[in-house]
Structures are given as C-alpha cells and as structure tokens.
C-alpha cells in the first residue's frame, strides 16, 4: 500500500488503545505509521498566573516521549515502519498539518479517558480533526465494542 497512517498520542491509556489499531491496521495495509505527539501551547491560557508553566511544560515533555517510546516499542515487535513528529501549536491543528505534510490515508485519534468520567466522550480536539479533516479519521474507544 505504501500509505501512511498517522497516529496522535499522549500519555493516556486511551491513546495507547488507540496505538495498539494503528499499528495493526498500518501492519496489515503495509502502511508506515507516523507517531504524532503535539505540546498544546494553549493548554495554561486560561489560568496563566497560576501554575508553574516550566514545570508543567517539563511534565507534559516526559510524558509525550514515554508514550513515543511505548509506540515504537509496540511498532517494532509488530514489525511496522514507525517515525516520529514532536511539534507544538494548538493539538487538532497540528494533527491536521501534520497529517497533510506526509500525505496521510488515515488519522487515528482516542476517546477521551479521564478520570471521574463514567463514559468516554469524544473531545474538542478530535472533534476539530473530524471536522476539517480531509482524510479518514478513526476514533478508538479505550475497550474493545462487544
């Protein structure tokens, strides 16, 4: 096939989820599978005074290369071409851009997973990418539909 699927990932169990079919769609296609993680530079807008933005962009660094690191690791065993974006702006966008830049057949992104949630429920970042997307998007459930 030679197509590229992408994948948007965070530190999240839902990503993962999400990770796990991207990797198996990309190793049944054929597909390369680009691995997106992206620092949403408007995450501390709304309370900038607050926190300390160091320290929480720091947090967020670690987390998006552990999650990179568990996406290769699961790439590899699966034998799939997997490469890496790390870029910063607000998240949908920059899915979005990433997702034209390498010509990408496929976005997969996840339900959101947070806790005190009973449901998952789709987010406004996915909501963002399945409105301006021009490609296919997948949106994963954390668990499996019975």
Do not use: C
Not at 76 to 81: F, N
Not at 103 to 110: P, S
Not at 131 to 136: I, L, Q
């Amino acid at each position: 096939m030679g197509d590229v699927i992408i994948v948007a990932v965070n530190d999240s169990r839902a990503v993962f989820r999400a990770a796990e079919v991207a990797i198996d769609y990309a190793r049944r296609l054929g597909a390369r599978l680009r691995v997106v993680t992206v620092r949403d530079t408007g995450l501390l807008d709304w309370r900038p005074g607050d926190v300390d933005q160091a320290a929480v962009g720091r947090n967020a660094d670690l987390g998006a290369e552990a999650a990179l690191s568990h996406v290769a690791a699961l790439g590899a065993a699966a034998g799939v071409d997997v490469s890496f974006s790390r870029r910063s702006g607000r998240v949908a966008a920059e899915i979005l851009a990433e997702a034209r830049a390498v010509k990408a057949a496929l976005i997969v992104v996840a339900l959101v997973d947070r806790p005190g949630h009973t449901t998952p429920y789709i987010g406004s970042h996915t909501l963002r990418v399945l409105e301006f997307s021009g490609v296919p998007v997948l949106v994963v459930p954390l668990r499996p539909a019975l």
